[in-house]
């Protein structure tokens, strides 16, 4: 069998778009579908989708977080009943309008969220104190018809993804459940996708349509300079409540609203990592969220003792999985290791274990990083140490690779003109701000054209010290905080 070219035709560092889309199909991550922004996710995709939920889903389950599956239809009269929400999600819901070749007697949404799907029947359902906390969540997908640029996993018409749904007798109970889904949230991008993120506050004109704040995690690709938001946990006060009658009995028999919220991530996140760490030889995983963490290749030279090597290398797949290591065996006879070592290096994996009859005569094994191309040749009866020991590492390399490329991309900046400039130099701009919705409307306005507008991406918890005296970059009025601006996905 004739081997297939392997290889990537762009390079990241020179066309960035062209780049990413070769990538994600190259690697099987991704294959393009017949209807535009739609994608068919790959089982290396969906793989990786299922450890992340693996942990996330343990740590809600911790919180009590009960399992739930929603319609995917909304009628329209219970989307529209929150006048704000609707407006936000307007331009991107679809409306299903026929049945065979018959008009419905009135249109049905596909849910872009699922807060009014749901909020009806908690109404229903949430009577007294005793029913409090009320903690749903469900796995679904997503409808949501983006016309402007889309991208695979980074803007898609239809998404997967978590959506939790809470409600509380009181705020403070609401605030604190926001911020520990919220610190999830940063564990699965930094922990799992050694991804670095800024945790913060969404501007007025930034939160979710109808809630009262929200929260976000915030990655950058150095590569474009662009901010994508990772993951979001609103509060969405009393309002939903008020809308939907969702109120409960104290104590004393005293009706009041419940405090809500709702959090989410989404296949993005896996979209935002090959973006992070991908290079011009494919994808690279990091160790926590690779399907296949250790490939092993067996490399038999003429008049070699094939079996034996075969029998090493299954040895090998053996010994690591049996110690809690995800390995696998390319055992394949019509490709060459020279064609396998490139495959896999496309798909990603962090490990390659390659035995060759001098592997067999010395009782090692070679083993060769993904991340960095680094080989050792290691005693075959100290293997499972040694590879638990590379699998560490290179997750915490990738991570502070990328926080220092990250880092080296912050731009603190005092006005007007040193954000523009710094705009332009694709930076991720840390900034003076009066917090007033107008003068966001201002920044956008100003900075408008092909690249798209400059907006804020969150106002980060982590403060730096604001001088008495500081004035805003955008409006000269007193600055109230920092917050990080640039544009985004």
Same mark, same amino acid.
């Not at 640029?149 to 109970?173: C, M, N, V």
């Not at 604190?176 to 922990?191: A, K, P, Q």
């Not at 006005?415 to 900034?431: C, G, H, M, S």
């Given at each position: 069998?004739?081997?297939?070219?392997?290889?990537?035709?762009?390079?990241?560092?020179? !066309?960035?778009?062209?780049?990413?889309?070769?990538?994600?199909?190259?690697?099987?991550?991704?294959?393009?579908?017949?209807?535009?922004?739609?994608?068919?996710? &790959?089982?290396?995709?969906?793989?990786? #989708?299922?450890?992340?939920?693996?942990?996330?889903?343990?740590?809600? !389950?911790?919180?009590?977080?009960?399992?739930?599956?929603?319609?995917?239809?909304?009628?329209?009269?219970?989307?529209?009943?929150?006048?704000?929400?609707?407006? /936000?999600?307007?331009?991107?819901?679809?409306?299903?309008?026929?049945?065979?070749?018959?008009?419905?007697?009135?249109?049905?949404?596909?849910?872009?969220?699922?807060?009014?799907?749901?909020?009806?029947?908690?109404?229903? #359902?949430?009577?007294?104190?005793?029913?409090?906390? #009320?903690?749903?969540?469900?796995?679904? %997908?997503?409808?949501?018809?983006?016309?402007?640029?889309?991208?695979?996993?980074?803007?898609? &018409?239809?998404?997967?993804?978590?959506?939790?749904?809470?409600?509380?007798?009181?705020?403070?109970?609401?605030?604190?459940?926001?911020?520990?889904?919220?610190?999830?949230?940063?564990?699965?991008?930094?922990?799992?996708?050694?991804?670095?993120? =800024?945790?913060?506050?969404?501007?007025?004109?930034?939160?979710?349509?109808?809630?009262?704040?929200?929260?976000?995690?915030?990655?950058?690709?150095?590569?474009?300079?662009r901010g994508i938001q990772g993951a979001t946990s609103h509060c969405l006060g009393q309002n939903f409540?008020?809308?939907?009658?969702?109120?409960?009995?104290?104590?004393?028999?005293?009706?009041?609203?419940?405090?809500?919220?709702?959090?989410?991530?989404?296949?993005?996140?896996?979209?935002?990592?090959?973006?992070?760490?991908?290079?011009?030889?494919?994808?690279?995983?990091?160790?926590?969220?690779?399907?296949?963490?250790?490939?092993?290749?067996?490399?038999?030279?003429?008049?070699?003792?094939?079996?034996?090597?075969?029998?090493?290398?299954?040895?090998?797949?053996?010994?690591?999985?049996?110690?809690?290591?995800?390995?696998?065996?390319?055992?394949?006879?019509?490709?060459?290791?020279?064609?396998?070592?490139?495959?896999?290096?496309?798909?990603?994996?962090?490990?390659?274990?390659?035995? /060759?009859?001098?592997?067999?005569?010395?009782?090692?094994? &070679?083993?060769?990083?993904?991340? %960095?191309?680094?080989?050792?040749?290691?005693?075959?009866?100290?293997?499972?140490?040694?590879?638990?020991?590379?699998?560490?590492?290179?997750?915490?390399?990738?991570?502070?690779?990328? !926080?220092?490329?990250?880092?080296?991309?912050?731009?603190?900046?005092?006005?007007?003109?040193?954000?523009?400039?710094?705009?332009?130099?694709?930076? $991720?701009?840390?900034?003076?701000?009066?917090?007033?919705?107008?003068?966001?409307?201002?920044?956008?306005?100003?900075?408008?054209?092909?690249?798209?507008?400059?907006?804020?991406?969150?106002?980060?918890?982590?403060?730096?010290? $604001?001088?008495?005296?500081?004035?805003?970059?955008?409006?000269?009025?007193?600055?109230?905080? #920092?917050? =990080?601006?640039?544009?985004s996905y």
């Amino acid at each position: 069998m004739k081997e297939t070219k392997l290889g990537m035709s762009f390079k990241k560092h020179d !066309k960035f778009g062209e780049w990413y889309s070769e990538v994600i199909v190259n690697s099987e991550m991704i294959e393009y579908y017949d209807i535009s922004g739609c994608y068919i996710l &790959r089982p290396w995709a969906m793989e990786i #989708w299922e450890l992340m939920k693996e942990f996330f889903e343990a740590e809600i !389950k911790k919180l009590k977080l009960k399992p739930y599956y929603f319609p995917l239809f909304i009628t329209e009269d219970v989307l529209q009943k929150e006048k704000d929400h609707v407006e /936000g999600f307007a331009p991107e819901v679809a409306w299903v309008t026929k049945s065979g070749k018959s008009d419905l007697e009135a249109p049905i949404a596909v849910r872009p969220t699922s807060e009014t799907a749901m909020y009806p029947y908690f109404s229903k #359902w949430i009577r007294s104190h005793r029913d409090l906390p #009320w903690k749903c969540n469900q796995w679904c %997908n997503i409808i949501r018809w983006e016309f402007s640029s889309p991208t695979p996993f980074i803007r898609s &018409r239809e998404f997967l993804w978590q959506e939790g749904h809470t409600a509380f007798a009181t705020k403070e109970e609401a605030d604190e459940e926001v911020l520990h889904i919220l610190e999830l949230y940063r564990r699965i991008y930094e922990e799992f996708l050694a991804v670095p993120v =800024f945790k913060g506050r969404k501007s007025e004109m930034e939160k979710f349509a109808g809630g009262l704040y929200t929260t976000s995690v915030e990655a950058f690709v150095p590569n474009t300079g662009r901010g994508i938001q990772g993951a979001t946990s609103h509060c969405l006060g009393q309002n939903f409540a008020k809308m939907f009658d969702i109120r409960f009995e104290d104590e004393k028999g005293k009706r009041s609203f419940v405090w809500q919220n709702s959090w989410a991530y989404t296949t993005r996140s896996i979209g935002v990592m090959v973006m992070t760490h991908g290079d011009d030889k494919g994808i690279v995983l990091p160790p926590r969220v690779a399907p296949i963490q250790v490939i092993v290749i067996p490399v038999p030279f003429r008049d070699a003792d094939t079996v034996a090597i075969n029998d090493a290398c299954e040895s090998a797949v053996y010994t690591l999985n049996q110690a809690g290591m995800r390995a696998d065996l390319d055992a394949r006879d019509n490709y060459s290791p020279g064609w396998k070592y490139s495959h896999w290096e496309m798909k990603g994996i962090p490990l390659r274990i390659e035995i /060759g009859p001098r592997d067999l005569a010395n009782k090692q094994v &070679r083993i060769v990083r993904r991340d %960095n191309s680094a080989k050792a040749d290691i005693p075959s009866t100290e293997l499972v140490e040694h590879v638990r020991m590379l699998l560490d590492e290179i997750q915490d390399s990738l991570f502070e690779s990328a !926080k220092q490329k990250r880092d080296a991309c912050i731009e603190v900046i005092h006005t007007w003109d040193e954000f523009t400039a710094a705009l332009n130099e694709k930076k $991720l701009i840390l900034a003076p701000w009066c917090d007033e919705e107008e003068v966001e409307k201002d920044v956008k306005a100003r900075t408008k054209g092909d690249l798209g507008a400059a907006k804020t991406l969150c106002t980060p918890f982590d403060q730096p010290d $604001l001088p008495e005296g500081t004035v805003c970059f955008a409006s000269g009025k007193p600055a109230k905080t #920092w917050s =990080f601006w640039g544009r985004s996905y």
